[in-house]
Every structure is written in C-alpha cells, then in structure tokens.
C-alpha cells in the first residue's frame, strides 16, 4: 500500500498523534487553570499586614514569574518589596516610599506581571499595563528588569521613549501589552496613533512620582490620565514620596496605602553611605575637584553639576588635563544613543569618573559606584537625596561628598537637617590641593572653544544661581562672580544680565517648547532650558551678546564642534544670550561651515546629488521636491556635437588655443569687421527684399480696384454681408474717417499692420460721400465671393474699440 505524502513532503501525523498533541495541550489548560484558582486562593488568604514575608518563594507568585526570579537571583525580599508587593497584589492602590537603592522597581514590576498573568492577558487584549518614568535612562532601565524577571510569561513589552520616529514606534504599540514610556511620548502616541488606546489598562505605575507628579510634568500627564480608564490599579513609589492630596486626587486613587518603610529610621539616606561636605569657595570648587580626582584614581565617581555647559566645559578642560582616569560625560542634550552608550560604558567601567547633569540623578543603578561629588549644590534636599542615591545601593556601601560655597553653608545644612540626613564637614589637606587655575588659563588662551565654553558654562551657572527659589542657599550676590570667572581660566567675567519673574523649577521642568520631533518630545531632567527668547528692539546687548550673535562664527563653530562630543545635541540655554550657532536648515550652504568630524549623514536625492543631513528637520527638508528646487538652480542648456556629445552653450576655450589666435584686441577688431560686413550684406538684401514685397501689394490691389469699378459697370447686384442684417448703416463709419497709417508709404519703415488692419486698407483712400458709396458697395461685392475676408470684419463693439484704439496708435 502507497504512503499518502503531504504536501511538505512529509509523511502525515498518524490519527493518533494528533488527538495526542490535542489531549497534552488541553492537561496543560486544565493544569494552568488549577494553578490560577490556588493563585488567587493564596492571594486572599494573604493578610498583608500580619503575615511575615522574607522569601519570594512565601509570595502567591504564578510559576513563570517565580522561574524568573530565581533566573535572575533574587531570593530575599527587601523592606519595600515585602511591605509593598503583597498589598499590590490584593489589588490596592499603592503610595511606596522608600530611600534609594532599597529595590523599589522589583516592588512595582512583580505586581504588573501577576496583574496580567491572572487576568490571562493576551496580545489581543491590548495595553494592560503602563509604566511611567520621568527619564529616557531609568525607563530603558526597569525595561531591562522587566525583561530579567519576565523572561518567562508569554506578555509583549515595549519601551516608548521616543529617539525612534513616531511612525515606527506607532507600528509596534499596538501589539504592546505592557509599556514602559516617559510621559511626553507616550501622551503623544494616545494622541496621534490609530488604533492605539490605553481603554483595557489594568495597572498604571508611576516610578520616581514625586517628580512625575510635579509641574513639569503636569500637563502631559493630566492629559495622559484622561486617556486611561478610572478603573485601574495604581502604583506610586520614589525615594522621596509624599502623600500630597492634590497628587491623589489627580490620578484619582482609591483609598491607597502608604508604604513608607523608612519612615521612623534614623535617617532618609542609606544607612551605608558616608556623606560629607566640604567648604570651598566658589571659585576654588573646580581646583578641589580636580585635587579629589587625582587622589582617587582607582574609584567609581559620578559628579553632579548644575547644567550641561558646566558638564562639558568641566568634562573638556579635565580632558585637556589628563587627569589619569577615563572621564565620560552625560547630559539631557545629547542624542539619545551616545547617552545610552555612556550608561553602559559607566556601568560596566571599573574605575571612571563621570561628570553628570540631574539627568541621571534619579532611579540609575550604576553598579559599585564609590563617590558621588556635588560640586554644585543641588536645588533641594531632594535633589540631594536622588543624587548621593547613585552609590551605596542595596547593600553596597558608598560615600559622597557636597561642595559648599561659604555662603551656601548654613543654609544647605539646615535643609539637609530637616530631612534626618547625616552630613559630616571635612576639610581637603593643604598638601593635596592642587591649583589647575593657570593651566585653565592657557588653554582658554590657545583654544577659544574652551574660552568659548567655559563663557556658556559661567553664564549658564551664574544664571541657574539666579533662577533658584531658596534664597538663603543661592544668593548671587554673596559670590565672587569675578574670581569664579578667573578660576576657569577665562581671561574676564562675562558680562550677564537676568529676566525678572523668572523661576528655576517652572523652567527646568518646562516641556521643551515646540518640540514636535519624535526623539525630542520627551522631557528630560537637566540644567536649564526655556523657550527661545526673542531678542527685543532695545534691549541692551552686551559685548558677548555681540560676539556670539556675529555672522561669521565659523571660526568658533569649527573648533568648537571638535571639542564637543560628536553626537551632542544643540545648547540649551543660549537663548540666554540669544546665539544661535545651529546652522540654519533652510540654508544648505552652509554646510561648507561644518566642522570636520561631525557625525552626519548624506542624502542622496538622485541626479548625484548629496546633501548633508544632521537632523530630522534637514532631512525632511531636503525630501520636499518644492524646498530643494531653490537649491537645484535653473535648468542649464546643451548643446551637441556631431559626435552626441553635450557642450554647455558657452564654454570656456582652453587658454593656450585662445592665445594662438592672436592678441585680445586683435580678435576684438577682427570680431568688428566681420560683423559690420555682415551687417551691411544683409541691409541690402533686406531692403530689395521690401520694396519687392511692396510693389506686389500696389499691383495686386490696383487690380482688384479694377475689377470692382468693371462689375459695378457691368450693374451686378451688390453681395449681402454674412450676417449683416442692416446695409444702410455702416458699422464701421467712425472708422472711416481715420487715417490708415503707412498706406502709400513706400519706404517700407513702417512696420506690418496686424491682420485685421488689412480689411481697412482696402477702403483707405476713400475720402469724400461718393467714395464711402463706392466703398460701401465694393465691400459688399467684396463679401460675395470672398467670405472669409468679411470674417475678419469686427463683429462686436470690443472689436470696434480695440481697432480704434489700435489705429489711433498707430
Ligand atoms: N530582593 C532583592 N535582592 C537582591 N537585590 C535586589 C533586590 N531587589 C533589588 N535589588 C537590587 O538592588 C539594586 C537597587 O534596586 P532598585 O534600582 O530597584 O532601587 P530603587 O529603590 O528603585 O532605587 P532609586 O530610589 O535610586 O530608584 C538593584 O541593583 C537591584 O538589582
């Protein structure tokens, strides 16, 4: 008997076989079945507050996510995880606080697995669970854990922080059901993505809330809320977490528990870090610093400054120095890959320093970190607590070390009281200072882009001073503005001038303005940012003003954009100074001012064309056919030789042919005669030529007269017009009277009359009564036997005016 062969050419399944596969699969959902009823059995028998949770084997955890805990090797439970974890699981609504490092995103992120595992989520049940972070860095992070501890459950996850375009993004969301985003890009996807909603959401965490919840965040995520539904759970945790009212209200959580399990410690940093404070004045801060470096070249370091133009004129300078261990820095306006190249370069670097806006200030886990050094002080304790956070995390000890200005000092220490922070002074020994103030000033003399920087940065801190709300801290007055300037080398102080009303947090948490692009949309923690400013009529420019606002910045452009990192975006700030050093992306030829080595892609438009293309803006510029016709100049015309080959209508003769024909001005004279023969050869032809064509004309019409005056003899009745109904009335009596120009003229000057002038020309001469009779009868015979002469009579009375007027001319 013949084998039955499948069409993948293999043998099929036996009967058996199949019902087989079939029975296994329906154990397994009777199976799965089973366990989620025990589940849920264990979950409402759990008693929260009673029972004593050490282990995550004692959670009701489902199996996957278990198998993912012990693949990732996490055993124990920490205070937040186990305060926190049991009651997300009974479904409550959660307030978390606990201080850094203590485990927090292990404590939201079990709660949304087990959240969609029990409510058998699948990819057709759409977006379930949302996790917000206020950092492009800390949400690549939890997505990471996410991906750890997930590794088993069958859920989709995504990762919506913007950097992709709109589009791309868009395509995958809607088969996402869990995503970890920031707000700015994730409202603008519930906004703009069809077919993309967040209506089934089961779980919304915000990690870091207090900084979600504040005012630069506020109105992306009031408008994200509207979009989710009132029923959900929700998750709020940070190391600094508070119970404000309006917060509640806003997410509309349902009588949430407050899990503070740090609340009655000693203090609200981590037991294992050793935190210090050094005075030191403002204009010695940058000497200090580079002292500490030097005598810990064997550490982990983050230094926290107060903008990105501190970071890179501090990170540039240090460079120059070589201070004898790799430095790295990273700020909000770089572009979203070189910053995650330098998250993973520090974290995975045994010894390196990097310097750091508050960009990564919040939720980071850098592994082993030994120092955190803030150089400039942070804006609150908060601030503070977040950024001394980065070492000494989860049972690893870590040391930290604040920067005070004298007039900083009591100020900052009451605040740091207030908040239960341990802080001891310590002062730097004289032998290890270490002044680096004339090395600052020869290179911001040989190099004008350091000087150049160092101005943005001394600028951009002198104003961040100016923009801070607590007066007994930041004080500009108090400072040494001018010896600050000279301790960063620069050759004098830059001059500054300050808005009025303006606030530090309402504009470092202000959205970027108008930033529609898909890789900026998202806000960022960082120094300073603000809408563009427009310069107004009066307003009084200073000499730096004047220098950074000139047209020919090439010079500094060029260098400048060489000792920047390659990949770091545009200033933040300049606005302040209204410079704009961007080049201008309607004007492409100003590419011939970029400088050499600055990461950018060609656009080939076709035609061999390629056009430089450093963002988005540009690119899409450059792709609209309208914008580039500008570019493409005007069409040019060729001609062809005998042998097909194109030649431009002029082109240049070779200079040793062109000097072989003889002087320039012998050619000018020989070019002269040549053409006035020509010239007179042709007047002469031209002139028989007319006076030909004329005596043609009097012939032909001398006959024609002769053959009307015969057929009037001969009594012939006179023609009717076509379509000329009244022939006692001529219409063209006015006309009549005119005289025809160049009738008789036999010198052939005047130039040809247009075609209707022609019909005139048959009755010009006709002057007296008896004339027009016999001119009106000629025309009538005229019309009847030539029809389409009478045609060209005028037939409309704009026919009648614009002869006249012709003739009248003429
Ligand atoms: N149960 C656990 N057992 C062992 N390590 C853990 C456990 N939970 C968390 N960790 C580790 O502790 C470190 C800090 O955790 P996590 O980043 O969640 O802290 P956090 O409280 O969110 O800190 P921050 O307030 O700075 O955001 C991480 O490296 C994490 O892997």
Not at 436 to 448: A, D, E, H, K, V
Not at 523 to 549: A, H, I, N, Q, S
Not at 793 to 801: F, H, N, Q, V
């Amino acid at each position: 008997m013949a084998t039955r062969v499948s069409n993948s050419g293999r043998p099929p399944k036996p009967k058996g076989q199949k019902h087989g596969k079939q029975e296994i699969r329906q154990q397994k959902r009777k199976r799965e079945q089973e366990d989620l009823q025990s589940l849920e059995g264990r979950i409402s028998d759990l008693d929260p507050k009673s029972t004593e949770i050490k282990l995550f084997s004692d959670l009701p955890l489902s199996h996957p996510t278990t198998l993912g805990l012990k693949a990732s090797h996490f055993t124990t439970l920490t205070d937040i995880q186990a305060g926190a974890i049991p009651l997300a699981l009974k479904n409550n609504d959660i307030l978390g606080a606990a201080k850094t490092g203590s485990g927090k995103t292990l404590a939201f992120i079990l709660p949304v697995l087990e959240k969609l595992y029990r409510a058998q989520w699948t990819e057709f049940d759409g977006l379930g669970a949302l996790i917000i972070s206020p950092t492009r860095e800390l949400a690549v992070q939890i997505f990471e854990v996410l991906r750890k501890v997930g590794r088993y459950h069958a859920f989709s996850a995504g990762l919506v922080i913007g950097g992709k375009s709109l589009k791309e993004e868009a395509e995958r969301l809607t088969r996402m059901n869990i995503l970890v985003c920031t707000p700015g890009r994730m409202l603008q996807h519930l906004d703009q993505t069809a077919g993309f909603d967040a209506d089934n959401l089961q779980i919304l965490v915000l990690d870091e809330a207090d900084r979600i919840m504040d005012m630069g965040f506020q109105r992306d995520v009031d408008a994200l809320v509207e979009h989710l539904p009132k029923t959900r759970q929700t998750l709020m945790f940070s190391a600094t977490q508070s119970k404000k009212v309006s917060d509640l209200a806003r997410l509309s959580l349902k009588d949430p528990e407050y899990v503070s399990v740090h609340e009655s410690a000693a203090s609200s940093t981590p037991s294992n870090l050793q935190q210090h404070y050094i005075v030191t004045p403002l204009h010695e801060k940058i000497d200090t610093l580079y002292g500490f470096i030097k005598a810990n070249l064997k550490s982990k370091i983050v230094v926290f400054l107060s903008s990105g133009k501190q970071v890179r004129f501090v990170y540039e300078s240090f460079r120059h120095l070589q201070p004898g261990i790799p430095l790295l820095h990273l700020h909000g306006r770089q572009k979203q890959l070189a910053r995650l190249e330098i998250t993973s370069r520090f974290t995975s670097a045994k010894y390196s320093c990097l310097f750091a806006t508050d960009v990564v200030a919040r939720g980071i886990d850098f592994p082993a970190v030994d120092w955190v050094i803030q150089v400039d002080c942070p804006e609150d304790s908060d601030t503070y607590i977040h950024r001394v956070g980065r070492t000494a995390r989860y049972q690893s000890n870590g040391r930290a070390v604040l920067f005070l200005d004298p007039s900083e000092e009591a100020g900052m220490l009451q605040r740091l009281e207030q908040k239960k922070i341990p802080i001891q002074k310590v002062n730097v020994k004289e032998k290890k200072k270490k002044s680096i103030q004339n090395s600052l000033q020869n290179m911001c003399f040989q190099n004008p882009d350091l000087k150049y920087l160092g101005q943005k940065a001394f600028i951009s801190y002198a104003r961040a001073i100016h923009l801070q709300r607590d007066k007994e801290i930041f004080n500009l007055d108090k400072l040494d503005l001018d010896a600050y300037a000279a301790g960063m080398g620069l050759p004098g102080t830059p001059q500054i001038k300050f808005q009025k009303g303006e606030d530090i947090k309402r504009i470092k948490n202000a959205p970027r303005a108008g930033m529609s692009s898909d890789s900026e949309s998202d806000m960022d923690v960082d120094g300073l940012k603000e809408k563009p400013k427009k310069k107004k009529k009066d307003e009084v420019r200073t000499k730096y003003d004047k220098m950074f606002e000139r047209t020919n910045q090439d010079v500094f452009s060029s260098h400048y954009s060489k000792i920047v990192d390659d990949q770091d975006d545009d200033d933040d700030d300049d606005d302040f100074l209204a410079v704009k050093r961007r080049l201008n992306d309607d004007d492409l030829d100003a590419e011939s001012r970029k400088a050499p080595g600055t990461v950018i892609k060609a656009l080939d438009l076709g035609g061999g064309e390629a056009y430089v293309v450093d963002s988005k803006r540009r690119e899409k510029a450059l792709k609209s056919k309208k914008k580039m016709l500008k570019f493409r100049g005007n069409a040019s015309k060729l001609v062809y030789d005998e042998d097909g080959n194109a030649h431009e209508i002029y082109e240049l003769q070779d200079e040793d042919d062109f000097k072989q024909e003889g002087t320039a001005e012998e050619l000018r004279q020989k070019f002269l005669e040549g053409e006035t023969a020509r010239v007179k050869e042709a007047d002469v032809d031209d002139k028989a030529l007319a006076k030909q064509k004329k005596r043609e004309k009097r012939e032909k019409r001398k006959a024609a007269e002769r053959a009307e005056l015969s057929a009037m003899d001969s009594g012939d009745e006179a023609p009717q017009l076509v379509g000329g109904d009244d022939q006692d009335e001529d219409p063209l009596a006015l006309l009549r009277s005119l005289p025809i120009a160049g009738e008789d003229d036999e010198s052939g000057d005047e130039p040809p009359r247009k075609k209707a002038k022609k019909w005139f020309q048959q009755d010009s001469d006709v002057e007296s009564d008896a004339d027009r009779k016999s001119a009106k009868a000629k025309k009538k015979s005229k019309g009847k036997g030539k029809v389409f002469e009478v045609q060209e009579e005028p037939e409309t009375l704009e026919d009648l005016e614009a002869l006249a007027t012709g003739l009248l001319d003429g």
